[in-house]
């Protein structure tokens, strides 16, 4: 199988741990058994929990991915978490402690949960950060160029619901690499009107895509299902080789912020924290961007996850239930 690529080409700002850290993120987005669960996640979570709420179950479910991920593929790492009341940092990956952050759409960013701190007009960060970026910025205004110079715009079909009419629009599943890898066009799915995502695209024809690119070494979160608008549709041909660029200002996924940026940075502040104002973090993530520490998030799986978060009670019981199972309980420990 080809190697997944490599985020850190050219990434000079990163110190080598980080660059092992931002690898790890890539190869476990690359396999769809970690990939889609942590999507359907961003969904359920924000739907129903308070925004401090959701964000606190996303970081441990990302931390548990990880950690699962890492024991199965490389169990010479540590992942641990902080003790407890510990500040600073959110979970350590070996010797590098890390703070961990996750938006739905770019704001302000918080450096101290402490309005009450004083400062100089700038705030040095001691620990890199992984920020997860829910969905792309702006999310209508993905950039599809075909060869032939026609540039239309698209959007994530995630964002859509799964009743949302297409309005007679097309669906296109592309390759996009996170690299400067070419992008491809796999599939188009045409709707007539009154059609939704649901019934043109079953997961079956994408899951297809899916498989056959994980097979022959393509990480699965390059594949992505994006909706363009009726009036364009005739534009895309169903031919590979029609598709050019695929462009967005902010692209949803895991940013990997070196230390090194962190520094001496200007902040503002509320009645709550001190914080990285909007500009700083949009350039903060184009600068992760260029330099490679960046992993793909799509969101296509949207449309088949449940829309109801987990039951963590049902989690919880399991344990319990397995004292009384039929071929015989757990030891007591």
Known sequence: MKPVANVTDG???????????????????????????LVAAERQFRDHYYGLNAAALLEDLFFDALGNF??????EARLRRPAAGQKGWDYSYDDLSVSHKVGQKIGPLAAIWDATKVHDGTWT???PIVYVLGKSQPATKIAVGLKDGTRIEA????????GTSLRGGSLLIVRWPASGEPVELLDVINSRPGQSSSDVLPFARVWGHVARAVARGVPANEIDVLRIKGRDAGAVADDPDCLESL?????GGVYLIGVEDLKELPVVKNNRAILIDTPVVQRLLSTTHAAGAFSPLPLWYWLYSSDR?????????????????????????
């Open 11 to 37: 990434t000079s700002a990163l110190e080598d741990p980080e660059k092992t850290l931002a690898q790890s993120i890539a190869d476990m987005l690359s396999r769809p058994d970690f990939l889609l669960p």
């Open 247 to 251: 462009s967005v200002n902010f692209r």
């Open 155 to 162: 959007r994530s079909v995630g964002e859509l619901g799964r």
């Open 125 to 127: 960060f001691e620990f």
């Open 309 to 333: 978060p987990p039951d963590m009670y049902s989690a919880q019981r399991s344990e319990y239930d397995t004292r009384f199972h039929a071929r015989g309980a757990v030891e007591e420990s």
């Open 70 to 75: 890492l024991r199965q593929t490389r169990p």
